[in-house]
């Protein structure tokens, strides 16, 4: 299994300022996500955050407002930009085990923004 | 393109009485199925996958690939199955999960 931690775990925002969030797995993995989980709704992916390379975004997301960093194979960080209240959301990282069997969920940023 | 469909937002039920979440998918390959559940407070965790064929909590889920459902089942609910559920799919290669809304699960004593 993979231990996933975030940081911070909530946090209360001005409009326009940025927030940065931090993921750390107890393990190597290849395959690191980033989702997004609003009010109600499902959980929606963000981008896959690539080692040594640029994210790959989803539709609708971009790099300007969803910055990724993954320096190596057990952290990565989503900053999310220009913040605005309809980010207000849960962020949450996620890994694929090292087995490549089993997808794991940090526990989430709960993020509000004013 | 991938899709996982959850009919409902809200189950309830009482306890001891049948459970059924419905799943249905799309997608045009051979898709691996999960369902997932989040307790309140706690973090998304894996329920069960297809592929293990097994029961988890009492839990089982069947995939039929001419219906192309993943339906959850359990004959006989608990208090503490109360939670959200979701299912969701993974397609072939390094492809992350693609999820349902989620139904919200209320079994009522």
């Known amino acids: 299994s993979a231990v996933i931690s975030q940081k911070p775990s909530r946090d209360i925002c001005q409009r326009g300022t940025s927030l940065t969030i931090q993921c750390q797995v107890d393990?190597?993995?290849?395959?690191m996500f980033w989702y997004r989980q609003q009010p109600g709704q499902s959980l929606t992916l963000i981008a896959t955050?690539?080692?040594?390379?640029?994210?790959?975004?989803e539709s609708g997301f971009v790099i300007d407002k969803f910055p990724i960093s993954r320096p190596n194979l057990t952290f990565s960080t989503l900053t999310v930009s220009n913040m605005s209240p309809e980010d207000s959301s849960i962020y949450l990282c996620s890994v694929v085990s090292p087995a490549g069997s089993e997808q794991f969920f940090g526990p989430g940023t709960r993020l509000t923004v004013l | 393109a991938q899709r996982v469909t959850q009919p409902e937002k809200l189950l309830s039920v009482f306890k001891g009485a049948p459970v059924e979440l419905k799943c249905n998918y799309s997608?045009?390959?051979?898709?691996?199925l999960f369902w997932y559940v989040q307790y309140s407070r706690q973090r998304l965790q894996l329920l069960l996958r297809h592929i293990s064929r097994e029961s988890i909590k009492g839990f089982t889920a069947d995939l039929n690939k001419g219906e192309t459902s993943f339906h959850l089942k359990k004959p006989f609910a608990q208090e503490e199955d109360s939670a959200m559920y979701y299912c969701a799919l993974k397609g072939s290669g390094n492809t992350p999960l693609v999820f349902g809304k989620g139904t919200r699960l209320s079994v009522i004593a």
């Open positions: 393990s190597q993995v290849t395959m």
């Open positions: 997608y045009s390959g051979s898709p691996e």
């Open positions: 955050a690539n080692q040594g390379s640029e994210a790959t975004y």
